[in-house]
Each structure stands twice: as structure tokens, then as C-alpha cells.
């Protein structure tokens, strides 16, 4: 049986067109490597490279720390972090976390709306 190849750079510019407020997406694997990113054009980004390659591998440690409460409390649907600056999402595929930020004044019915929808782009990740 032949596997689908999946076209990470193209993922990563459907997750930035969806808003206009997007600002960065990212595919990140399990031990925190970076396997796609890209900030959109126009936008500033916050982080060093070195910073942004640290911060992934933080969002896949958190992942398995998170895991300890699965049984218990259910698995993580997203996360949600809102920063002054940033808002910063983090969803989990089975393969790969998703990672994306966007502007902090988007009012939350559209952050979970980019939610779900994100999650459709990325389900076969």
C-alpha cells in the first residue's frame, strides 16, 4: 500500500491565508524539530530562529506532559495561549503538532473557528 505524500509547505501557506491577522504556522514532530514553518509575509517575527527552534521543542515536551492526564481528563483538543503580543495555538496530529499564532485583538469566535478549521487541513498529519 502506497502512502500519500503530504506537501508540509503547502499545509503551512493554507493555515496563514485562512486570516488576514495569521502571523506564523509551523509542523513541528513529535521531538520538537521543526519540519515546516513559515511567517507571513508582512509580519514581523517576535522570535530569533534560535528562540523559535527552542520554543518548538518546549510545544512537543509539553505535548507528552500533557499525555500524563489523557486518561483522566480526556486528550488535548488545542491549546490556547494568549500573550500580549501573539496569540499562540497549538493543535496535535496523530503524527505532528500544528502550531500557529495570530494577532492577540481577534475576537475568540474566530480563533475557534481558525481552530477547526486548521484541524480539517491537518488531519491526515
Known amino acids: 500500500m502506497a502512502t500519500k505524500k503530504v ?3 503547502d499545509i503551512v501557506k493554507k493555515i496563514l491565508k485562512l486570516d488576514s491577522k495569521m502571523r ?3 509542523i513541528i514532530e513529535p521531538k520538537g524539530k521543526i519540519r515546516e514553518a ?7 517575527n517576535l522570535k530569533t530562529q534560535k528562540e523559535e527552534e527552542h520554543f ?7 505535548k507528552s506532559m500533557r ?3 489523557d486518561r483522566s481528563l480526556g486528550k488535548v483538543r488545542y491549546v490556547h495561549v494568549e500573550r500580549e ?4 495555538m497549538v493543535i496535535y496530529t496523530k503524527r505532528n503538532i500544528v502550531y500557529f499564532t495570530m ?3 481577534m475576537p475568540i469566535n474566530t480563533k475557534i473557528r481558525l481552530i477547526t478549521k ?3 487541513i491537518t488531519a491526515d498529519l
Open 24 to 26: 506564523f504556522a509551523a
Open 118 to 120: 486548521v484541524k480539517k
Open 38 to 44: 513559515i511567517m507571513k509575509v508582512g509580519k514581523t
Open 56 to 62: 518548538c521543542k518546549q510545544v512537543a515536551q509539553r
Open 67 to 69: 499525555k500524563e492526564f
Open 85 to 88: 503580543k501573539v496569540s499562540q
Open 103 to 105: 494577532e492577540p485583538e
Open 7 to 9: 506537501d508540509l509547505l
